[in-house]
Nanobody, 124 residues
Framework: EVQLVESGGGLVQAGGSLRLSCAASEFTFDDYAIGWFRQAPGKEREFVATISQSGASTSYSDSVKGRFTISRDNVKNTVYLQMNSLKREDTAVYYC?????????????????WGQGAQVTVSS
């Protein structure tokens, strides 16, 4: 069974940092681009960042560019999202997802495997 498991969420003060991890199993990890999305209460799921199969290409939403960094380790089958200078508006459930193909995309419907999500709460 394909699994994506997020970890590293929690409560942090504004201005602080967290690193999310997404551990993958039961599929050929380096055949897939991996994206991070988030959903705040009462809002739609939105794109955060994505990284290509090799890690050579990345893309970020404007709201996190310069603060968040996505990376991957294809030996450990894990993708990371380093989040710095966190703001209250970053509070959400964060999901990682896998998309087959060589072109990275920000569209959620292009991602076929999803994790269960990790809560990130930023307090003032």
């Amino acid at each position: 069974e394909v699994q994506l498991v997020e970890s590293g969420g929690g409560l942090v003060q504004a201005g602080g940092s967290l690193r999310l991890s997404c551990a993958a199993s039961e599929f050929t990890f380096d055949d897939y681009a991996i994206g991070w999305f988030r959903q705040a209460p009462g809002k739609e799921r939105e794109f955060v960042a994505t990284i290509s199969q090799s890690g050579a290409s990345t893309s970020y939403s404007d709201s996190v560019k310069g603060r968040f960094t996505i990376s991957r380790d294809n030996v450990k089958n894990t993708v990371y999202l380093q989040m710095n200078s966190l703001k209250r508006e970053d509070t959400a459930v964060y999901y990682c997802a896998a998309s087959a193909g060589s072109i990275i995309t920000t569209r959620p419907n292009a991602y076929i495997y999803w994790g269960q999500g990790a809560q990130v709460t930023v307090s003032s």
